[in-house]
Nanobody, 125 residues
Framework: QVHLVESGGGSVQAGGSLRLSCAAS????????MGWFRQAPGKEREWVAH???????TYYADSVKGRFTISQDSTKMVYLQMNSLKPEDTAMYYC???????????????????WGQGTQVTVSS
């Protein structure tokens, strides 16, 4: 089992920045990808960004491309640097991970094997 814990959320004005962190524990050697999703009130959870462990390649939703940066320094930590934040970025942000054992993927909700509990990001205009 893998346990994910997010931190770094908060409230910021439009144009500001926040950095989210996600710490993984447990059977982290099974992780093949890590990423971030978000869910705004009344909306479905949507993919934001992800990266593959050891690969370095990163992927972003069009809505955040050029403003957000995902990085990973091991199979135990992943970050999301969010710059030029907009009110529409307001959401609960969830850390996600996939398991190589079952072919997990981090680009869609039904492919994720592990979820964090979420951290709230609120951007005011």
């Amino acid at each position: 089992q893998v346990h994910l814990v997010e931190s770094g959320g908060g409230s910021v004005q439009a144009g500001g920045s926040l950095r989210l962190s996600c710490a993984a524990s447990g059977f982290t050697y099974n992780i093949n990808c890590m990423g971030w999703f978000r869910q705004a009130p009344g909306k479905e959870r949507e993919w934001v960004a992800h990266t593959y462990t050891g690969g370095g390649t990163t992927y972003y939703a069009d809505s955040v491309k050029g403003r957000f940066t995902i990085s990973q320094d091991s199979t135990k930590m992943v970050y999301l640097q969010m710059n030029s934040l907009k009110p529409e970025d307001t959401a609960m942000y969830y850390c996600a991970a996939g398991s190589r054992v079952v072919g997990g993927v981090c680009s869609r909700r039904d492919g994720v094997n592990y979820w964090g509990q979420g951290t709230q990001v609120t951007v005011s205009s």
